[in-house]
């Protein structure tokens, strides 16, 4: 599969084009939303598909290193100092002004940042590698064999995740959403399909560790060149501009402090299970995370394409668009995450019997269950979250990262000695349950948007329908004991909430707006800026 072939403008977009364009939120928004569930969805069916066969092989030990290595190339969002999200904000404001000169020093000073930044957190895991693989790879002889050589594949996925963080903001930044889940949808094959390879050749976990490597060595490769075509002329050679440093770190201050806050919510739970539970222990939770993970990415596919949308109209005046903009995204990401929550928390035995084993359905399905909770809760906070930044107010969502982050830590502490894998779900559940309804309120009222319309139109009746698919699912339950019949259970709850939605749920305006991107035979070109 090769990369698809790039049309791009000799001019960025006017002023009178983005105005025109900015007439038609309800289009833009969905046809870019669609893109990125479509990546999101191919990806997803990889990821289950391959996932058992790889378990099986390695063993919950070796599967155990494979995720904490993943785990670990997560820190590259916080290492970068935020300069990604910041240089997605302000080159979505510049691109439709013509400003291509500034979006060039934009990028090789963020690219610069992220190139030292990357080289540091290279640095900082080697050198003690020992200490590390000490206090958190605990396991038997196998893992003790391949703990320092998967401490340096973390470490060179550190450094490549760090890259991909200025060098992906380019694609989002100018919406071409086409392009960017392009690129997904490959790396994640190669991501997935490549462990089963070098497995079925009778290699083991150092090769699959090499394929993880090398799936992000080919992201920065394939996003590179597309930023180039996006933008003509754009310079890879680092070089750092302290007034484009400013910009940037102005905006990334308060990403930085999230991001370094957001750790403890997104990672600390598998350190503190390392250290106190056997590493077999991260396998029964991580794979239930995995599920719960990928419904939470279902949301990053709406807040990915608000926040450019947020700034280039905030940038322009439109505030009744925005206005317009935080409405319906709510609602659709409230819409789009309820039925998914709702079958993790009536059928998380069956959903891990059939896709793992009697073994992992007994230790996962109430990890699963408060996940899936915690998913919903942290889901409904990304439209508020990426809204607030794309407005220029990053210090509000940063606050309640804060609060958030140290009752999660404190809930960890006190809850995996006592509980284990268990109670790191309930960790992960309690502070979103106390702190995201009074950020979402917080920033509603910020906007000047009324908090009660809010409700009513973006919660109130998806919640009434997922109520009608929670009673189906949870009466036929008893009935989801193989694939089949799970499958069957699973789509028919879908269908009654997806009719209730389209139906009842959405304004006339939001159905043709979705519809009219059906019929058309060039759906796919209007993510990109006119």
């Known amino acids: 599969m090769s990369l698809p072939r790039l049309q791009i403008a000799s001019t960025p977009a006017s002023l009178a084009d983005a105005s025109a364009r900015d007439g038609s939120v309800s289009r833009q928004f969905f046809s870019n939303t669609i893109l990125n569930y479509v990546g999101q969805g191919l990806i997803l069916v990889l990821t289950f598909a391959t996932a058992p066969y790889i378990v099986h092989h390695l063993g919950p030990e070796l599967f155990g290193i494979v995720a904490l290595v993943q785990v670990i190339a997560g820190f590259a969002g916080l ?72 401490i340096y594949v973390a470490a060179f996925g550190l ?26 949808v490959i790396v994640g094959a190669v991501r997935c399909l490549g462990p089963i390879v070098v497995l079925a050749c009778g290699y083991s976990i150092r090769a699959v560790l090499i394929v993880i490597l090398a799936s992000n060595l080919l992201a920065v490769g394939a996003f590179a060149f597309a930023s180039r075509s996006f933008i003509p002329g754009l310079s890879f050679l680092p070089s750092f501009s302290s007034s484009a440093f400013r910009k940037l770190f102005s905006f990334s201050l308060p990403l930085f402090l999230s991001a370094l806050f ?20 991260i396998t029964f939770y991580t ?35 925005v206005h317009e903009l935080y409405l319906r995204s709510t609602k659709i990401l409230t819409l789009i995450t309820l039925p998914f929550t709702v079958i ?19 230790q996962g399905a109430v990890v699963l269950r408060v996940l899936g909770a915690a998913t919903f809760f942290s889901a409904i906070s990304g439209v508020a979250t990426v809204t607030s930044l794309g407005v220029g107010k990053a210090w509000v969502p940063a606050a309640f990262v804060f609060a958030s982050s140290g009752l999660t830590l404190l809930s960890n502490l006190v809850l995996v000695p006592a509980y284990g894998i268990n109670g790191a779900a309930f960790a992960a559940l309690v502070p979103q349950m106390l702190m995201v309804p009074p950020f979402v309120f917080t920033i509603t009222r910020m906007l000047k948007f009324s908090s009660r319309e809010l409700f009513s139109h973006g919660f109130l009746r998806p919640l009434i329908c997922a109520s009608v698919q929670f009673v189906v699912l949870f009466y036929f339950r008893r009935y989801a004991n193989n694939l089949g019949t799970l499958g069957i259970l699973c789509i028919v709850s879908l269908c009654i909430y997806g009719t209730l939605s389209l139906f009842w749920a959405t304004t006339q305006q939001e159905r043709s707006a979705l519809l009219r991107l059906l019929p058309s035979a060039d759906w796919l070109k209007c993510a990109r800026l006119r």
């Open 79 to 150: 290492l970068n100092l935020g300069v990604g999200r910041a240089l997605t904000k302000y080159v979505s404001e510049l691109y439709w002004k013509g400003e291509v000169q500034a979006i060039g020093q934009l990028f090789q000073t963020a690219w610069a940042t992220c190139l030292v930044a990357g080289l540091v957190g290279l640095i900082v895991l080697i050198a003690p590698r020992e200490l590390i693989s000490r206090f958190f790879f605990r396991g038997g002889p196998d893992v003790d064999a391949v703990a320092g050589f998967a």
């Open 159 to 184: 450094f490549t995740a760090m890259l991909l963080e200025a060098i992906s903001a380019l694609p989002i930044a100018l919406q071409r959403f086409e392009i960017f889940n392009a690129i997904n």
């Open 262 to 281: 957001s750790l403890i919510v997104a990672r600390v739970d598998r350190f503190i299970l390392a250290y106190y539970l056997p590493l077999a222990a």
């Open 287 to 321: 794979l239930p995370s995995l599920i719960s993970d990928k419904a939470a990415a279902s949301a990053a596919n709406i807040t990915s394409v608000v926040f450019p949308f947020t700034s280039e109209l905030h940038s322009m005046g439109a505030h009744d668009k």
């Open 344 to 362: 993790l928390l009536t059928l998380p035995g069956p959903i891990l019997q059939v896709w793992l084993g009697n073994e992992y359905a007994e």
